[in-house]
């Protein structure tokens, strides 16, 4: 039986960016003089798929109402088993993280945890440009040959089938804590926790939206939990994980994870524990990042987790792990220092590189998978430029930094259109060095000779996954109202539905009727619009990178004198003395 398709909203068929508006889950037009006494956070739970019978523990989403038993998952018991037996043995333990905001703060997590048992556990963390992505058999057996028995992979090592042959073969006990798809083949491994396995259970694949910093952390509850079933514990206290929540929140919103059902929970209460300022590296993250408030979710994904990131893409990939690991204050705020630096750095590379970047779309303008190659890209930005090119095309999009012969790709996707899995399929039809990734991101070693026909073997493989993801193109409302309705207990009140971002979208406001006032350009390529309703109440819009986008244009050049309806996130804006609330502008249609 099909379902029906939501509610056309507002009558719009065509929006200025060519978009149907649909209604999320019912029609939820407030106007002007409504008042919020029925229950907005009901309709906005049910709307992103919750069942009635579930609405109170999703309300208040915590660890005791989400987290699984850990021993669902193939392999956690072992990986227990076997890390318990080395913290009480005494042996050397190495963590080797990625070089990103997950893999660091899943690196920190278990070096935290290992450190609340007693137990002073080493780190190592590839450099992007010299070792590229994922653990390379020299450095494991090197970790060996510096005494460490058990290496521990976090956020990486899934598909690293040679480099755990040869840490086997060495005589190294290796435990893989990854989320990245997995072939059927699994690597020589003593366990591997990873929820996106193929042999995974129907329970454990369910959790396959986590990131490695929470299947560290489940890993984290199992290693306790075998420990207090061996009497570990009998006179000394057990860790509280709970404090270890910070890190999770970070590693699931930076690496922009879905953020529903255990994730929701992690999320929530790690903002509760970084509100705390407990952990030394993560407060002078949070002081370097000028936010003078308790963090909030978005501020994980656009303050925090960038810095953490321009270590390992343009600076010393060490600098997350040891800002997050450190109990030395003067430490602490010299690194977060470091990395805002690099962040500024970063930011100037990436401007370089995505307009050139943007160079070549003309070129590409009838491909459905954008591939865009340039020599002397830096490596360390090119997964951030494949977002923008995504974001500006609505096409996924690779990003290609070439050296020599050879090219390091990241890519970007779009929903629907599973791009790690054809990064993989590419691998295995000889098209590519390495590769592998999940559904909305994707990283690859491609020879130079070979990246025309990769371009073309991905356009054919996905071009039918994007024409449909592309026609199904729709703006889903939330609410609508007049301006008089868009006020700070409204947003308020569309907070208490959160925490709000990948897969559990934040609330979409359409506002209006109403009248430009206003419309120019601000900043770099950034649409401000003043407009006004018949209720005589007026607000600021601002559309973010989207002045020479068909939505501004249409916005600057033939909007005057002509009702509209504007959608996009009601936001605070607390610059000045008295918060008013503005709209994060996303699109707009004709009323008439």
Not at 384 to 411: F, H, M, N, Q
Not at 424 to 441: P, Q, S
Request: hydrophobic share 45%; charged share 20%; with cysteine.
């Amino acid at each position: 039986m099909q379902t029906a398709p939501p509610a056309l909203a507002l009558g719009v068929e065509r929006s200025l960016s060519g978009k149907r508006w649909r209604w999320r889950g019912g029609n939820m037009a407030l106007g002007g003089g409504a008042t919020l006494e029925h229950d907005i956070v009901t309709q906005l739970l049910l709307a992103r798929g919750v069942a009635p019978d579930d609405l109170e523990r999703q309300r208040a989403p915590t660890l005791r109402g989400f987290l699984p038993d850990p021993s669902i998952f193939a392999d956690m018991d072992i990986a227990a088993d076997r890390l318990a037996q080395a913290v009480i043995a005494g042996e050397r333990i190495t963590v080797y993280g990625d070089y990103d905001v997950d893999g660091a703060t899943s690196a920190a997590l278990l070096i935290r945890a290992l450190r609340m048992l007693g137990v002073a556990a080493d780190y190592y963390i590839p450099d992007r440009l010299l070792e590229g992505y994922g653990p390379s058999g020299e450095a494991l057996v090197e970790l060996g040959r510096r005494g460490s028995s058990l290496v521990v992979t976090v956020d990486c090592g899934a598909m690293a089938h040679e480099a755990l042959a040869q840490a086997h073969d060495a005589g190294i006990d290796v435990i893989v804590v990854d989320h990245h798809k997995c072939s059927p083949e699994l690597p020589r491994a003593v366990a591997l926790v990873n929820p996106n396995r193929l042999d995974e259970c129907d329970e454990g694949a369910a959790h396959g939206h986590l990131a490695a910093v929470g299947v560290a952390f489940l890993l984290a509850v199992a290693l306790v939990r075998t420990l207090r079933g061996r009497g570990f514990f009998a006179g000394r206290a057990e860790p509280d994980l709970i404090a270890l929540l910070d890190l999770v929140a970070l590693g699931t919103v930076a690496d922009v994870a879905a953020l529903h059902g255990l994730n929701r929970a992690f999320v929530a209460q790690g903002l509760k524990v970084m509100a705390r300022r407990a952990n030394i590296g993560m407060a002078a993250l949070i002081d370097a990042s000028r936010l003078t408030r308790s963090p909030q979710c978005h501020d994980l994904g656009f303050a925090l987790g960038p810095r953490i990131n321009a270590g390992g893409r343009v600076g010393e990939a060490t600098l997350g792990v040891r800002l997050l690991t450190t109990e030395d204050p003067d430490e602490a705020r010299g690194i977060a220092a470091q990395l805002s630096t690099l962040n500024e750095e970063r930011r100037a590379i990436e401007a370089a590189v995505q307009e050139a970047a943007e160079a070549q779309l003309a070129a590409q303008h009838n491909r459905s998978v954008l591939l865009l190659s340039g020599e002397g890209w830096h490596p360390g930005v090119i997964g951030i430029v494949a977002g923008r090119i995504k974001e500006k095309t609505g096409k996924p999009a690779l990003v290609v930094a070439l050296d020599g012969g050879t090219g390091k790709g990241s890519g970007r996707s779009i929903a629907g259109v599973d791009l790690g899995a054809a990064i993989i399929a590419a691998r295995d039809a000889g098209l590519l060095v390495a590769g592998g990734g999940h559904a909305m991101a994707a990283g690859l070693t491609v020879e130079r000779a070979q990246i025309d026909e990769l371009a073309d073997w991905l356009d054919e493989r996905l071009g039918g996954q994007v024409a449909r993801a592309s026609a199904e193109q729709e703006v889903l409302l939330d609410v609508g109202l007049a301006p008089g309705g868009l006020t700070t207990d409204l947003v308020a009140s569309l907070d208490l539905a959160g925490p709000y971002g990948m897969g559990w979208p934040g609330p979409r406001v359409a506002v209006g009727p109403v009248r430009l006032v206003n419309a120019d350009v601000v900043g770099t390529d950034h649409l401000r619009v003043i407009a006004a309703g018949k209720d005589g109440r007026s607000f600021k819009a601002i559309a973010f990178r989207a002045a020479e986008s068909a939505l501004g244009q249409a916005l600057l050049h033939g909007a005057r004198g002509r009702r509209l309806w504007l959608a996009g996130r009601a936001k605070i804006d607390d610059w000045g003395s008295t918060p008013k609330v503005e709209l994060h502008l996303e699109d707009a249609a004709f009323v008439d």
